[in-house]
């Protein structure tokens, strides 16, 4: 069974500037971009340090520098994530952690983070994951890693 990682410190995010709907979806974001912002925003949180929306732009901004459109659909997903965590199939997923105000989330979650369509939602100017396709992502990717 692969490690459990840290999501970092619970907090709400704001939104960037819209990006074409068309484009979110045709830039492929690795599972590893995912992973370095979550494991860099980590790192900050137990140093003391803040680890907001503003630093994960920056994180992203600076790992990135002049791909802007990478940073916006890095931070569009993270953001889905985050209200993918209200959801109750992602309690076999994370482990909360208040001690340390972390959630500690398996990896196939962030694998699926990556892969995952964006939906728009219409009128709000953001974007969703579809709950069931996202679920069925992550239950893809345990299975790849022998962890169902």
Not at 62 to 71: A, M
Request: aromatic share 8%; glycine share 4%.
């Amino acid at each position: 069974m692969r490690a459990i990682v840290e999501t970092g410190p619970r907090h709400t995010m704001e939104p960037l500037p819209p990006l074409p709907f068309e484009k979110v979806n045709e830039l492929v974001i690795q599972p590893e971009e995912i992973l370095y912002l979550v494991q860099e925003m980590t790192a900050r949180a137990r140093r003391g340090e803040t680890a907001d929306w503003h630093t994960s732009i920056a994180v992203l901004a600076r790992k990135y520098r002049g791909d802007p459109d990478r940073v916006y659909c890095i931070s569009a997903r993270i953001r889905c994530l985050v209200e993918m965590m209200k959801d109750s199939r992602m309690a076999a997923w994370v482990r909360a952690a208040p001690e340390l105000d972390y959630s500690l989330t398996k990896e196939p979650v962030f694998r699926a983070t990556a892969r995952c369509p964006l939906v728009l939602i219409r009128g709000e100017k953001r974007y969703r994951f579809d709950p069931d396709v996202f679920f069925r992502i992550v239950l893809e990717e345990a299975e790849a890693e022998g962890q169902t």
